[in-house]
């Protein structure tokens, strides 16, 4: 019976660290956007935050939370890894369930903006992009 417990005892403190983790990764970030970065970060808010925003429970910022067990950052807005290059390969390829955007979606314009915007210093990002459902929210003028 001691035993049990202390197992559970584990399983319960190791589903507390991953919660920690997954916290981690939706720190609030202010400040202004860099204008030159503006046009990507409109691209990230529209294709891309509705799987990988800063919150934890989103498609591509849990499989990321998971592959990469809170390294780095699950959200791609907080990474200072990616490169240009390795951006455009996964929007044209798209990998497990994230699907490849197509040039009439996402342009070479946009997707080097795109690219611009998650390469560079995480100062001149500004706040993370709003997520498409809170600005429908917004919109709505529903308070959360
Ligand atoms: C439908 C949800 C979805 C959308 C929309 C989406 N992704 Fe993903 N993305 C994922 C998932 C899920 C993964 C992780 C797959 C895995 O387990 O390796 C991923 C992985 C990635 C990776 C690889 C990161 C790594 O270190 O392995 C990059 C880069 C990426 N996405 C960029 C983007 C960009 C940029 C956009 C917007 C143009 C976007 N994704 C849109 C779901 C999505």
Known sequence: MKRYLAIAAIVIAGGMIGVAQAEDTSAVRTGETAAALAPGKDVFAHWCAPCHAAEPRLAG????????????????????????????????????????????????????????????????????APRLADEMMARKGVQQ
């Open 61 to 128: 910022t849990m499989a990321l939370q998971v592959k990469y067990e809170g390294a780095i950052p699950a959200a791609l807005e907080d990474r200072t890894d990616l490169t240009p290059e390795v951006v455009a390969y996964f929007v044209r390829n798209g990998v497990a369930w994230m699907p490849p955007f197509r040039k009439t979606e996402i342009s070479d314009a946009d997707l080097a903006a795109l690219g611009a915007y998650l390469s560079a210093p995480l100062e001149e990002r500004g706040a993370h």
